[in-house]
């Protein structure tokens, strides 16, 4: 697995989701409707000119609502009311978007038109924002949005190669991203004796730190690594969509207590 390593998480504060698809692969995706493109995402770095209007950074737009943030991670929690639109506002990092209601926004890029945004709930999906710069405005029409947001704060140069780490690869996990920054997965716990490949406990080595992000109300029991001995390492929590845990390296496991979904599922994101 290589040598371990995970960013600090620590939160300061604290309230209480990739599908990075190219070329053929987006165009066949079911969960990823829409292209690099129309994601804002482009492959060259882009020296950003002084636009002529007035902005603020992301961590400043009120409906970017910080829920936590640590040396390497920053969660933000972002939700708009139909008939909403946002003020303009600038991405510079890279972030992980978990879509986390049905998703039917209009997104304008500066400079360009504005372009349907449309998502499943559910779907995950990867913006690298140290190479596009991206300034835009969200406005949403009859139903609202709600994303969760891991954005990651590391510089290019302190991203640790992890070519030599294994991928996980066990029954309910899907590897949905993997790139230098990060390796998304969706876990997937399901109760069902008809279908050999259901499983409702999943196990996993944990070679960096982690976000787990909910998408299924639930009751599970999670067991995690702790480098606090006084910090409880198995827990029984009960969750709800958008909560979030944040996981240290080591063993890890989550294990269905109860749901309501058939499917329950959640959102892996591993950073490097």
Known sequence: MGVKHHPSFT???????????KGDEAAKSPENRINSSSM???DES????KPDIDFVLVDDEPLHKQRWRGDMVRLVCVQFPPHTKC???????????????????????????????????????????????????????????????????????AVVAHDQVELHACEGVELLNDEPECRVYRLTLQDDASD????????????????????????????????????????????????DVQLAAGKFSVKLVSSSEKKTQFILAEVY
């Open 11 to 21: 939160a300061e504060a604290r309230t209480s989701g990739a599908h990075y698809l």
């Open 40 to 42: 804002g995402v482009k």
């Open 46 to 49: 882009v020296t950003p000119t």
């Open 87 to 157: 003020l303009w506002h600038r991405h510079l990092n890279y972030g992980i978007y978990v879509v986390m209601a049905p998703l039917n926004v209009t997104e304008q890029p500066y400079g360009n038109t504005a372009r349907p945004l449309v998502q499943d709930k559910g779907s995950v999906f990867c913006r690298d924002h140290t190479k596009d710069q991206l300034l835009h405005v969200i406005t949403t029409g009859e139903t609202p949005l709600y994303i969760v947001e891991v954005e990651l704060l590391k510089e290019k140069a």
């Open 196 to 243: 050999e490949l259901s499983t409702t406990e999943i196990s996993l080595e944990l070679p960096t730190g982690a976000v787990l992000v909910v998408l299924d109300d639930c009751e599970v029991e999670i067991t995690s690594a702790s480098e606090d001995e006084k910090v409880n390492t198995v827990r029984q929590l009960k969750l709800k969509v958008a909560d």
